[in-house]
């Protein structure tokens, strides 16, 4: 297990611009450095001299920890008195107010911390345990459909939650968990009835050299659901052109542009589908 402080991450960061480089994980970038370029922290007085932002710190960190051998951080305090575990936003305790109230904590293993996978979402966020295995795993999966949630293997899910799991290593387990946020209905597709079941969780818009184009995402929607979904589009005054496909003419979108629009629905998992669609302005 390697020790890292945040001296070494820096001159690792600057030699290699940080994530994997030719191939090669973080940890061997690490095993492979020349020793005089591992300068420990009690050679400096501040690391400041060297100019690397908190956010390709914290990637190359993060990159790490989806190695067999992860990189392991030291507790102590570092320049300016916060811990590397602080300064790299990295926290240690199990995250239970970002997760559903009935996700049982994993007593398995050790688990070295969590982080989310942006701050713009505190919900959507990854714990990692080590010293665990496969029959551990099988034993928190009976624990969670016992309080409710429903899935199989590496994907579980309970309300607005959903729950993934994937092994970095034999013994070192990510534990993934996402939070569903359902969006109200665009305005620009005033002209489209919302579904009765199913969530919209994303909705994009993209423009094109003589169209505008993009995706629908929903959640918590089967194909029954998709199929009901039809009924109210053709009553809507779309018209069918295959399977799962529609297209309406002469409607507004964005309130002023007006032309044809299309799409088709494709599912993405069991109870989620996409719904592509180009709007062509007459």
Not at 32 to 54: H, N, R, W
Not at 141 to 147: G, M, N
Not at 203 to 209: A, Q, R, S, V
Request: hydrophobic share 35%; net charge negative; proline share 4%.
């Amino acid at each position: 297990m390697k020790k890292l402080v945040v001296p070494i991450i820096l001159t690792i960061a600057l030699m290699t611009g940080c994530g994997a480089v030719g191939g090669k994980s973080a940890s061997e970038v690490l095993k492979d450095a020349l020793k005089e370029d591992l300068v420990f922290s009690s050679q400096f007085s501040t690391v400041t001299e060297y100019p690397m932002s908190d956010e390709n710190i914290e990637a190359l960190y993060l990159v790490s920890l989806t190695d067999p051998e992860p990189l392991e951080i030291q507790e102590d305090s570092g320049a300016g008195g916060y811990s590397i575990n602080e300064y790299l936003g990295v926290k240690t305790d199990w995250p239970a107010e970002y997760l559903h109230p009935d996700m049982p904590v994993y007593t398995w293993g050790r688990m070295v911390g969590w982080n989310t996978y942006g701050s713009e979402n505190p919900y959507n966020l990854f714990i990692i345990i080590r010293d665990t295995g496969e029959n551990d795993l099988e034993e928190y999966r009976k624990e969670l459909e016992a309080r409710g949630f429903s899935g199989s293997s590496d994907y579980y899910k309970k309300d607005d939650f959903s729950i993934e799991f994937q092994f970095n290593s034999k013994t070192t387990l990510q534990i993934s968990s996402y939070r569903i946020k359902a969006h109200d209905w665009p305005y620009q597709l005033e002209f489209m009835p919302p579904p009765e079941k199913g969530k919209l969780v994303d909705f994009t818009i993209k423009e094109g050299e003589d169209s505008l184009f993009g995706e629908l995402y929903f959640a918590d929607m089967t194909e029954d659901d998709v199929l009901a979904y039809e009924e109210l589009l053709l009553e809507a005054g779309f018209i069918r052109t295959d399977y799962l496909s529609y297209s309406i003419d002469n409607v507004s979108f964005d309130r002023e542009k007006h032309g044809e629009f299309s799409g088709f629905f494709e599912r993405y998992s069991e109870d989620e589908w996409i719904f592509y669609y180009d709007f062509e302005e007459d």
